[in-house]
């Protein structure tokens, strides 16, 4: 009994040692992953929360110039694990699914009600 018990911790610890430790991405990690992969400035990063994930919401800014988005401001959900940003709009059957409002992101207001409200004729 003793030798299948020894044998059972040897192989927990076996597994333990041989399988790679996920460390959570940086928020300096995630501000160049995102400059370079998007072109965009970053103009803050924020810790918090998405659909039970804990990730990083980054806000950022594109680049001036003569096109139609120049200095738009968003803000992105990077997943804290493994450094994905996690999509905005997500199909669940037949349906698409709306970004949540997060709350102090660039598009809500601090009690997270969205900006865009239906334009008046």
């Known amino acids: 009994m003793r030798h299948v018990l020894l044998a059972g911790v040897a192989a927990v610890a076996f597994v333990a040692a041989v399988t790679p430790v996920r460390a959570q991405v940086s928020a300096d990690q995630v501000r160049q ?15 918090g929360e998405l659909d039970g994930k804990a990730v990083w919401l980054v806000t950022v800014m594109n680049s001036g110039g003569n096109f139609n988005d120049a200095f738009q401001v968003n803000t992105l959900a990077i997943d804290k694990a493994s450094g994905e940003l996690v999509p ?3 199909n669940s059957g037949n349906e698409q699914r709306l970004p949540p409002v997060i709350a102090g992101a660039a598009n809500s207001t601090e009690s997270g009600a969205p900006l865009n409200k239906p334009a008046r004729r």
């Not at 992953?33 to 810790?47: C, F, G, H, M, P």
């Open 33 to 47: 992953q995102v400059a370079q992969n998007y072109e965009v400035d970053v103009l803050r990063i924020n810790e």
């Open 88 to 90: 905005s709009y997500r």
